[in-house]
């Protein structure tokens, strides 16, 4: 076990991460049984979406499962994160919690502006925002989960997509507690996957799509389109930029226009106020005014998994599958 240890905290996992994956009856008297290894490395293995044979190997190495090797995109400069680790366990649950929805994958509407009108009509809601776009998703057989933290020190992405053999998923993994931010890199993730860029067996990785890069210009087209796609989808046009006359705009006035314009044209207001920190800079402003639209509702990863494990029937899992779903998902037991 100490060699495999080994080779993969070599690869990128380190080792009290890789003990964080394993049930709680794997004690240290039963890692120092050699008669263990095996059943051992067959958990991490399928917890981290690895084949177990090569583990076994008189010089153990680490080989995935799938055949194409992610596509990491919106790399900030000077910033490039080791997401080796979430990935891996991103894609072991995506693989999961695919194999356990019942709803056939239905393609989604390859135009933003016909997606939004089927949310809206079919779905309804006062705007387009993150729960009925949730269930949209979930309708057509995408589920969408929430990445929680994957360990002490383990970087995360901000949102994925998981092509398995039958359906893709959507992974949400930014920390943050908005629904405004969480919706965007949900309609960012949903633009992907209607737009064609994620094939079956394939991983696309949004590495960072937070502060200061919220629908920024990039050279990666598939990203541009992607970016183009949510802002048409939330706001019912591609240019849709938000600025206000007033330059000493305070964040209860930015929060109160933002209301009764999105009430008015069915946009998510704290999405118009992310939208407009990206626009003016005025970051601080415009997360308040995202902070107080929400006001008492709950967090925005609480709400992501409510849709999840609403959707699922846990029973189909086995006890120590569902225990780990759980806690990656940040699901208390």
């Given at each position: 076990m100490n060699k495999i240890f080994g080779s993969l905290e070599a690869a990128g996992y380190p080792r009290g991460f890789q003990r964080s994956l394993l049930p709680e009856w794997v004690t240290p008297?039963?890692?120092?049984?050699?008669?263990?290894?095996?059943?051992v490395a067959a958990i991490l293995a399928k917890r981290l979406a690895l084949r177990v044979s090569p583990l076994f190997a008189q010089t153990p190495h680490v080989e995935s499962l799938?055949?194409?090797?992610?596509?990491?995109?919106?790399?900030?400069?000077?910033?490039?994160?080791?997401?080796?680790?979430?990935?891996?366990?991103?894609?072991?649950?995506?693989?999961?919690?695919?194999?356990?929805c019942t709803t056939p994958f239905k393609a989604f509407p390859e135009t933003a502006g016909a997606l939004r009108d089927v949310v809206l009509s079919k779905v309804g809601g006062k705007w387009l925002g993150l729960r009925n776009l949730l269930m949209m998703c979930w309708a057509h057989g995408v589920p969408v989960i929430y990445l929680s933290e994957v360990g002490e020190?383990?970087?995360?992405?901000?949102?994925?997509?998981?092509h398995t053999e039958n359906r893709p998923v959507i992974v949400l993994s930014k920390a943050s507690d908005l629904w405004a931010w969480q919706l965007y890199i949900l309609a960012h993730e949903v633009g992907h996957i209607a737009l064609g860029h994620v094939d079956p067996d394939e991983i696309l990785v949004d590495e960072e799509l937070g502060k200061d890069s919220y629908a920024m210009e990039d050279s990666d087209p598939d990203e541009?389109?992607?970016?183009?796609?949510?802002?048409?989808?939330?706001?019912?046009?591609?240019?849709?930029?938000?600025?206000?006359?007033?330059?000493?705009?305070?964040?209860?006035?930015?929060?109160?226009?933002?209301?009764?314009?999105?009430?008015?044209?069915?946009?998510?207001?704290?999405?118009?106020?992310l939208n407009f920190a990206h626009n003016t800079g005025k970051w601080a402003v415009g997360i308040a005014a995202a902070r107080m639209l929400q006001d008492q509702n709950p967090p925005a990863p609480l709400v992501i998994n409510e849709a999840t494990w609403g959707h699922l029937?846990?029973?189909?899992?086995?006890?120590?599958?569902?225990?780990?779903?759980?806690?990656a998902t940040g699901v208390s037991v």
């Open positions: 008297e039963v890692l120092a049984d050699d008669a263990a290894s095996s059943e799938r055949r194409n090797d992610p596509k990491y995109k919106r790399s900030i400069p000077n910033k490039s994160k080791d997401l080796t680790a979430a990935t891996s366990v991103a894609v072991a649950v995506a693989e999961s919690i695919a194999a356990a020190g383990i970087a995360k992405m901000d949102g994925m997509v998981v541009r389109a992607a970016d183009a796609f949510a802002i048409e989808l939330l706001n019912g046009r591609r240019d849709a930029s938000y600025r206000v006359s007033d330059e000493k705009v305070n964040s209860a006035t930015l929060a109160d226009v933002a209301y009764r314009y999105g009430v008015q044209q069915k946009i998510d207001p704290g999405h118009i106020v029937d846990e029973s189909v899992f086995p006890d120590d599958t569902l225990a780990f779903l759980r806690k």
